[in-house]
């Protein structure tokens, strides 16, 4: 499958437990996004990376989400201490970026994460 | 930050009639607009795009058109089928360092047969 894929695709936790994502992007694409989405509503974007550098990360992105890319391949996206708030879609992208025009994101399947 | 509307929220249509879904975006240096289809429990999927530099874009059944003076731009989808049904979000964003897409709220297309 060359396709961006996420694991878990589903995830049920307690509050105030800690959970961890995973996004496998597309092989050669350099450019790796996380987005949120919540039931009626697009995707809000949460940070990207561009190879293993974390370059921008939202407003959205409290001190309890930290995302990592270490090798500039896969990345995960980890939550800390779950709110019930956090109960959401989360999407990882990636894209192929070569400085010039904007290059076209590929979603992967998404983790459902419900905070009980 | 970009802006981007998106309207009607719902849309029904009979099979075989067209569908027209409309957004506005608030930041003139966006110049990247992509549309995607997400089926339920799907992934979002890129179905066509357009660039700041066109006013029309063709894909068989599928158009999309850009007014920059106006600042907005439309998806037509012609000839629809029951498999046409799903939320579709329209997208903004602009060449940079970084390419930040911004979102609209999606709309439901429901085709009935």
């Known amino acids: 499958d060359t396709g961006v894929s996420q694991n878990p695709r589903h995830k049920i936790t307690k509050r105030g437990q800690n959970v961890t994502f995973r996004c496998d992007p597309i092989s050669e694409h350099n450019r790796l996004y996380w987005y949120r989405q919540t039931l009626g509503q697009g995707p809000e974007f949460l940070t990207y990376?561009?190879?293993?550098?974390?370059?921008?990360k939202s407003r959205l992105l409290s001190d309890r989400f930290s995302a990592e890319r270490p090798k500039g391949s896969f990345s995960t996206l980890e939550i800390q201490r779950t709110e019930q708030g956090d109960s959401a879609m989360y999407l990882c992208a990636s894209s192929l970026y070569s400085g010039a025009l904007q290059e076209t994101q590929y979603f992967g399947p998404g983790t459902r994460l419900l905070v009980l | 930050g970009e802006n981007v509307e998106q309207h009607p929220s719902t849309l029904s249509v009979q099979e075989g009639d067209s569908a027209v879904i409309k957004c506005t975006y608030s930041?003139?240096?966006?110049?990247?607009f992509p549309w995607y289809k997400q089926e339920l429990g799907k992934r979002p999927q890129l179905i066509i795009d357009?660039?700041?530099?066109?006013g029309e874009k063709k894909d068989q059944r599928i158009a999309v058109t850009l007014n920059k003076t106006a600042k907005h731009f439309s998806l037509h989808i012609t000839e629809t089928q029951p498999e046409d049904s799903a939320v579709y979000f329209c997208?903004?964003?602009?060449?940079?360092?970084?390419?930040?897409?911004?979102f609209g709220i999606g709309t439901k297309l429901q085709v009935i047969p």
């Open positions: 930041d003139s240096a966006s110049n990247y």
């Open positions: 357009i660039r700041s530099n066109v």
């Open positions: 997208a903004a964003s602009k060449a940079g360092g970084y390419q930040k897409v911004t």
């Open positions: 990376f561009q190879n293993e550098a974390q370059l921008e």
